[in-house]
């Protein structure tokens, strides 16, 4: 079983659209979770950084937490074309070995 | 401020020889990283480093892989030699000392033939 299960879509959604992603876990001792947005042939680039349990907003952008459910979520709103981009969420202990989902693919139709 | 950078951006070469990745951290950043993510899989850890130490080297695939950091500045990833599975998107990763915040460079996309 992988630590972190991610459905690797893909996902598409029209302009305007919220859009839900999600991952879960199977490590209780992860405590910081990340998403990261990666276009092609570019690296991920850091969304959402969050620790322990609840929500982080970052304008159209909301992480969720979930410890008891071993469940973590973000959130787009009002999403738009250039949103479309593989979505990566990671996690750790609290050490620097970060790992991640196999990712998201994310098509926002205008 | 300039990003993580890596080098070079695409590498093909044949089985058996040896290949040298380059990675330059954000200034500043004690922190380095390098993770992989061969076709259809995820991006897997490779090793951090702390300045010019290695911290955590677990996820090395094998001795065929050879990670620097001379005067911890920037690092050097050697494969030598060079197999078919090890064809795959090499990124590295810096982040500030106490911080794993890390931030990614755009990848080194390795084709073994």
């Known amino acids: 079983q992988k630590e972190v299960e991610q459905d690797p879509g893909p996902l598409s959604v029209p302009e305007g659209a919220i859009v839900s992603l999600n991952c879960t876990y199977s490590n209780s001792a992860f405590q910081y979770f990340m998403w990261y947005r990666q276009y092609s042939r570019k690296g991920p680039e850091l969304l959402m950084y969050t620790y322990s349990s609840g929500n982080k907003e970052d304008g159209r952008f909301t992480a969720q937490v979930d410890k008891s459910s071993k469940y973590i979520s973000l959130f787009i709103r009002d999403s738009q074309p250039s949103d479309s981009a593989t979505y990566l969420c990671a996690m750790n202990t609290g050490g620097f070995k970060t790992i991640f989902g196999a990712g998201t693919r994310l098509f926002v139709k205008a | 401020e300039a990003g993580v950078t890596q080098f070079p951006s695409h590498s093909v070469i044949e089985k058996g020889q040896t290949v040298t990745l380059r990675c330059d951290p954000i200034?500043?950043?004690?922190?380095l990283y390098w993770y992989r993510r061969v076709m259809g899989k995820e991006i897997k850890f490779l090793l951090h480093f702390v300045k010019e130490s290695k911290q955590d080297e677990s996820g090395m695939p094998n001795n065929r892989f050879l990670a620097e950091r001379t005067g911890g500045t920037y690092s050097t990833l050697k494969v030598q030699p060079a197999e078919l599975e090890d064809s795959g998107v090499y990124f590295c990763a810096s982040s500030l000392q106490g911080s794993n915040e890390q931030f990614f460079g755009p990848g080194t996309r390795l084709t073994v033939l």
């Open positions: 200034s500043g950043h004690d922190n």
